[in-house]
């Protein structure tokens, strides 16, 4: 009689089933944007909170489910049997209530103990890490040549980034370092931060909600207009790291990521210079060049700012440096070889390794990202066959209010070719 | 005696019924099929209607779910486009929450509670059809959407001036249930015809009225409801001999009429914002787009329980039947059910963990909201112990109710993880959260609400629903449920966001994300094959007796299907579990000695209803047709106001009605056991 | 037809008619909703304490912009309408039919007065230059003291309606009484809801040199 039960219950055992499997292959919770895989002590705080949380329930469906389960076995009515049912009403038992619930209570202690101390330590920097991760402790304020790197005014604080969300990129800013949009020095989709030190971020929002959200270094905070929302990470390990929007931002939301390279902190020192150095003057008469004439031809330095050559534009993302950058078009292009990329996440076993940018990718990426933005219309005059559909490269009414004029631009493949080309000079 | 049918034959107009009602104008009545179902005041009619409404929608949001399935079976799918997929998603949720399990609630609640408080009907017959055409009109306006985006797809509007004149050409919603502002509302300074810029077309338009409209429909059930409970219990009916569900139905109403205001005024902010240029969350002139989540989720966390508790409600009458046992710690039972209600004002916030509440509110939230699993465990506890010592049978609604309980259990388990802020901020907006919630609402609620569908279909059409076909659809349910959402929880935690709909291959998702939608597919086809059993039981399933599963409440006490006076003659109850004790033990049913002779007074028919809420339709669709400039569509909306005050003024005039009807003779109590007439 | 007539007031479970029970259920939906629109108006009041900017540019504070004793007069014209309203109420259980006429007819009057003087009120706002666009409070002030304005309206057709319908002779009797007595329910929730938005939204603008929010800063007019 029990297999005929079994039959009949055994359906109710599948739920776990699936988490159950799934947990027990520890290779897949390494994958690019697990949240089971900390490198950085917010994520590593919120991971521990987070296992709390896991045994406790694992305690309590072991426990419940169990006492389930063995009642309908236990209690099940034999074939053929006549009910006659109980008539007393249920008061039920004092003694087992008032146990269970504070049981419960005890149980839910047991969480609520780590959560609040976790929120205040992810909430802001805490003095610890304030104290080893000051700019002057690892960043020289003045360097060999003389030059400041940093005003004295900062010296004592955290490194402070600003994430600005954009339907459906981001752009980052380091104030204190001089890569701000004023200076026209601003980072699309990629962040760098030296490995070890404790980084605050500033979340502002020009349009819609977005939200910041890298997990292997620290669970999401909102980027909300007319908010000033701030959140801390730390990466503890060198590399690639993978981010991605977290709140839905309209119809491009799911091609909203970004990346975050951690890098030491020397590196990053240098990183920040690069960023600093204006782009190299194309050579005259090279198909650059003629690629650099378009650029301007084509409306893109209105919006796109590159230094050096271009200065008007502010409202797209900065391409000073795209070049030397390992993703496209909020990130969703990969300017790395796909194949090699894979591979070497695999033999590593690591998706933090990561190769460095394939010029022939990062071009056929140009080329399809330019193109396909501005061919394709449907009835209404709108892209319908963008990589983004409704970004704001091209026309959208809409965005006429912020002064962006209809740019209604179609190019000949010959002169994708030359945009290509000129872009690509910008290391 | 034979009593097994309602028709004319049975029962007689004793009295001659007000053919004209007070205008003059002339009342329906039951003559013809189709008019009686649209003029019905009967609340068990309307309680079919609602089903009916439910299981249709709940079908329409199943198709949405599986188109949204299919494009993410495969990485870098292009089944649907990214706007597309965002309106899918939107309107699934939109319809499963307002025009699936709503309704459904309501259907419930429309045909039990005044058959287990013992009355004839509810406190006000008319706003009851009211509620109904209401929500029809509202689910109509919402859906409307759809009919509009494909027009536009299709390019049928192509020629009009008004749409080439259109800035934004997506007409049906596209921002999730909760539409947060900004992409909902509007940006920068309003021109003069009194427009800001927006992020979104008039989908949000008629997302906003449509549930401004479903917003008003539930209300006006929710006040009918209370004053039932409250007013029409029958003698010896004490709150405490209520039956669970009805006290569930009493605690979702009060958290109807408490919640939706929040969601009212918020979504009128949000019209303004939109149709007037008003500041409320427009980030350039100062609003704040926060003050939209607040509000929307002071509104919004309630509508869980509201979701849930009717849910529960059936639950705690189906496991006593099926166990042959009184429900364990009933006192507990209804008190944990009012505690949950007073405590879901309390924790909103949990659902903005990432917002940068700040240390202390996020802290304060977090606790509060591990204090709502106490008295959600205290339930389950308590449903245990009523298993416990029982015998239980298993039939399709218990095997289903253990189901509910099994499902719910892991859905509040994943809620605990949530309850931990620091943990929450990896899992908010990740597929985590898509896991829980449908195990609560899917797992949860939905199997609950099956179990109610079968549990009471033999009531309701006096047949009953084929077994076997009931359990090969609850095994697909429950499996193909299983397989679709387990694999999310694992999908959240390895950083797949929400609401993408699309994502590269090398993530790690690939695998899942198939088996999700193979298991999604399980699902559909099982609660189609679920719902299509009810339907041609409902034709032509086989007869069955009034209390084919030894009942416990008194709506078992009354023939199936049930006439339309309900009860003969009002019953006296003396305990709770008032059948089971009149047929097994000491304390018997008494029966008033109303209703003999003179018959049984029934409420008039009325056209007015209908006609108030088809001025909301006719509001419902100008105001988003307004907001696409179509010429004349502002008329339209006076028109409508002026249609649904002519209907309420009219249904004012009328007066409630009413003709006595002559029951059976002397059928005081349809039970087998010979009734005391009390003469009180 | 005597058993229809008894029918209408059969006893209830609680002993209150089922149309009182459920006025009383509205009027608790509806403190919330008001709640929610008082709510809104002071978190943005307290976000923005320094009023309002006109198209012009000119700051101003919303102290200058009110006139406070005109509102004071229909807040008192409003909390005498209530004062007849119970007359009217009271007449109506005495059967007393022509008192009941006279007491909401004087209801009637005194509730378009007061509409009167929001419309008055809103005209001159806007023409010092506040709109519904140009400012958060803007948006609140009109969307607020708007609703509620709406909601006297309402009532005041309902009694217009009831006024009117009075004259057929239908109106009378225990059912009578009843459905003015729940007319008078919503005018005196209508009434009470003023009372506080007339103190957190105009008075409390006088509390302190620039009011309960003023930041000091100099007033341009």
Same mark, same amino acid.
């Given at each position: 009689m029990f297999s005929r039960f079994f039959h009949r219950v055994g359906i109710l055992v599948l739920p776990f089933l699936g988490l159950l499997m799934t947990a027990c292959?520890?290779? %897949?919770?390494?994958?690019?944007?697990?949240?089971? %895989?900390?490198?950085?002590p917010v994520a590593q705080v919120q991971y521990d909170v987070f296992m709390d949380t896991v045994y406790l329930v694992i305690v309590l469906f072991v426990l419940v489910g169990g006492l389930l389960v063995y009642a309908v076995a236990r209690f099940r009515s034999r074939p053929g049997e006549v009910v006659k049912p109980k008539l007393e009403e249920g008061h039920g038992n004092p003694l087992v209530e008032i146990g269970l619930i504070t049981a419960s209570i005890g149980a839910l202690v047991f969480i609520a103990i780590p959560t609040l101390s976790a929120i205040w330590y992810t909430d802001d920097v805490p003095q610890e890490a304030v104290a080893t991760s000051k700019l002057s402790a690892w960043y020289p304020r003045v360097d060999a040549s003389g030059k400041e790197n940093y005003a004295k005014e900062v010296a004592d604080q955290v490194l402070e980034i600003d994430v600005i969300g954009k339907q459906w990129w981001f752009r980052f800013e380091y104030p204190q370092l001089g890569l701000t949009s004023d200076a026209k020095r601003t980072v699309p989709n990629e962040i760098y931060i030296p490995r070890g030190k404790a980084v605050r971020i500033n979340l502002r929002s020009e349009d819609v909600i977005h939200s910041f959200w890298i997990p292997k270094i620290a669970g999401k905070v909102d980027l909300i207009p007319g908010r000033k929302n701030y959140m801390w990470i730390q990466g503890d390990e060198v590399g690639h790291y993978y981010g991605q929007c977290a709140e839905f931002c309209g119809d491009s939301h799911a091609y909203m990521l970004f990346r975050c390279e951690v890098v030491e902190p020397e590196v990053f020192a240098q990183w920040v210079k690069a960023q600093k150095t204006d782009a190299v003057p194309v050579v005259a008469g090279s198909k650059a060049e003629k690629g650099k004439a378009l650029f301007a031809a084509k409306t893109c330095a209105m919006c796109h700012n590159i230094s050096g050559h271009f200065g008007a534009g502010n409202f797209g993302p900065d391409l000073t440096h795209i070049a030397s950058r390992k993703s496209l078009a909020g990130a969703w292009l990969d300017n790395r070889d796909p194949k090699a990329q894979l591979a070497l996440e695999l033999k590593e076993k690591n998706t933090e390794a990561s190769m460095p940018v394939d010029s022939a990718q990062l071009k056929a990426n140009l080329i399809k990202w330019i193109g396909s933005s501005g061919v394709a219309h449907g009835a209404d005059g709108k892209p319908t066959a963008d990589v983004k559909p409704g970004n704001r490269m091209h026309y959208y009414k809409m965005f006429n209010v912020v002064g962006l004029r209809e740019s209604h631009q179609k190019f000949t493949d010959e002169e994708l070719d030359a945009l290509a080309e000129y872009l690509l000079t910008l290391k | 005696m034979s009593h097994d049918t309602h028709h004319a034959p049975v029962a007689s107009k004793l009295d001659l019924a007000p053919e004209r009602s007070d205008l003059g104008l002339l009342r329906p009545d039951r003559s013809t099929g189709l008019m009686d179902w649209l003029t019905t005041v009967d609340h068990k009619k309307i309680g079919i209607l609602y089903g009916a409404f439910a299981m249709f929608f709940f079908l329409l949001g199943g198709v949405e779910a599986l188109a949204i399935r299919t494009q993410l079976a495969r990485p870098d799918n292009d089944f649907v486009t990214a706007r597309m997929y965002n309106q899918l998603f939107t309107m699934h949720g939109t319809t499963m929450i307002f025009l699936g399990v709503m309704p459904l609630s309501a259907a419930f609640f429309n045909f039990l509670v005044p058959l287990q408080i013992g009355a004839?009907?509810?406190?006000?017959p008319r706003l009851n059809a009211f509620s109904l055409w209401t929500f029809v009109a509202g689910s109509f306006v919402l859906n409307a959407s759809w009919l509009f985006e494909f027009g536009h797809l299709a390019g049928w509007f192509k020629d009009f001036a008004w749409y080439k004149s259109l800035v934004y050409t997506d007409f049906a919603p596209a921002n999730g249930w909760f539409s947060y502002a900004p992409l909902s509302g509007t940006f920068g300074q309003a021109d003069a015809a009194l427009h800001a810029p927006r992020f979104t077309g008039v989908g949000t338009d008629f997302w906003i009225i449509g549930i401004q409209i479903l917003g008003v429909a539930s209300l006006a059930a929710s006040f009918n409801f209370i004053c039932t409970i409250v007013n029409m219990r029958a003698k010896g009916m004490t709150m405490m001999r209520l039956p669970v569900f009805t006290w569930m139905t009493l605690v979702t109403s009060f958290l109807i009429i408490l919640a939706f205001p929040a969601i009212t005024v918020a979504l009128i902010q949000l019209m303004f914002d939109r149709q007037f240029g008003a500041n409320f969350f427009n980030p350039s002139a100062g609003g704040q787009p926060i003050l939209w989540q607040h509000l929307f989720w002071i509104f919004g966390h309630p509508e869980v329980y509201i979701l849930v508790l009717p849910a529960m409600g059936i639950v705690s009458e189906i496991l006593p039947t099926f166990s042959g046992k009184s429900l364990f710690g009933y006192p507990i039972i209804v008190f944990s059910g009012a505690v949950i209600g007073f405590l879901g004002f309390a924790v909103w916030s949990h659902h903005m963990?990432?917002?940068?509440?700040?240390a202390v509110p996020t802290a304060a939230f977090a606790l509060l909201t591990m204090a709502i699993a106490v008295p959600t465990g205290v339930k389950i506890f308590n449903w245990l112990g009523t298993i416990w010592g029982g015998r239980i049978r298993f039939t399709p609604p218990m095997v289903l109710a253990l189901g509910f309980i099994w499902m719910f259990m892991c859905g509040g388990f994943s809620g605990v993880m949530h309850s931990s802020a620091p943990a929450d901020s990896q899992q908010q907006d990740s597929y985590f959260v898509i896991a829980h919630f449908h195990y609560v609402l899917l797992g949860g609620v939905l199997l609950g609400l099956m179990a109610g569908l079968y549990f009471w279909f033999p009531k309701i059409f006096g047949r009953m629903p084929k077994a076997s076909v009931a359990y090969v659809a609850s095994g697909m349910v429950i499996l193909g449920f299983n397989l679709a959402f387990g694999p999310m929880h694992y999908l959240g935690l390895a950083g797949m966001p929400r609401r993408t709909h699309t994502y590269h291959a090398g993530n790690g998702w690939e695998t899942w994300n198939f088996v999700a939608t193979i298991g999604a597919f399980i699902l559909g086809i099982g609660v189609f094959l679920a719902f299509a059993n009810l339907v041609w039981t409902a034709f032509k399933g086989e007869k069955c007796a009034s209390d084919p599963w030894d009942g416990r409440t008194l709506e078992w006490s009354l023939p199936s299907p049930v006439p339309e006076y309900n009860f003969a003659r009002s019953p006296i109850i003396s305990a709770r579990d008032a059948y089971i004790e009149h047929k097994h033990g000491g304390h018997k049913i008494g029966y008033e000695n109303d209703g003999g002779e003179a018959g049984v007074h029934m409420p008039s028919q009325s056209w007015m209803p209908m006609l108030a809420s088809f001025g909301f339709l006719i509001i419902g669709m100008g105001m988003p047709m307004m907001a696409m400039s179509v010429p004349h569509a502002g008329w339209m909306v006076i028109a409508g106001v002026g249609i649904l005050f002519t209907g309420i003024w009219l249904w004012a005039l009328e007066g409630p009605g009413g003709y006595m009807l002559k029951t059976?003779?002397?059928?005081?109590?349809?039970?087998?056991v010979s009734a005391t007439t009390s003469t009180h | 037809m005597s058993q229809v007539a008894e029918s209408s007031h059969a006893p209830t479970s609680t002993g209150i008619d089922h149309k009182k029970l459920i006025m009383w259920l509205f009027l608790a939906s509806d403190c919330m909703f008001f709640g929610t629109l008082i709510s809104t108006h002071l978190i943005y009041r307290k976000l923005y304490p320094t009023g309002f900017t006109d198209a012009e540019g000119h700051q101003h504070f919303v102290q200058r912009l009110f006139d406070i004793e005109l509102t004071s007069f229909s807040t008192f014209i409003l909390l005498m309408s209530s004062f007849l309203m119970a007359l009217a109420v009271s007449a109506m259980h005495k059967g007393q039919i022509k008192s009941f006429r006279r007491n909401v007819l004087g209801v009637i009057i005194f509730g378009l007065i007061f509409l009167g003087c929001q419309v008055y009120e809103f005209t001159h706002f806007y023409h010092m230059?506040?709109?519904?666009?140009?400012?958060v409070f803007g948006s609140t002030f009109y969307v607020l003291t708007g609703t509620h304005g709406t909601h006297v309206a309402i009532g005041v057709l309902w009694l217009i309606l009831l006024y009117f319908y009075s004259f057929t002779g239908k109106l009378g009797g225990h059912v009578g009484a009843l459905d003015v007595e729940v007319a008078g329910l919503y005018w005196h929730f209508v009434d009470i809801v003023w009372i506080i938005i007339f103190t957190v939204v105009y008075l409390i603008e006088y509390l302190g040199p620039n009011g309960f929010w003023g930041t000091g800063l100099p007033i341009a007019k």
């Open positions: 292959s520890r290779a %897949d919770l390494e994958v690019r944007q697990s949240t089971l %895989d900390p490198k950085g | 004839r009907d509810v406190a006000f963990f990432t917002t940068g509440l700040g059976p003779t002397g059928s005081a109590s349809p039970s087998p | 230059g506040l709109t519904i666009q140009n400012s």
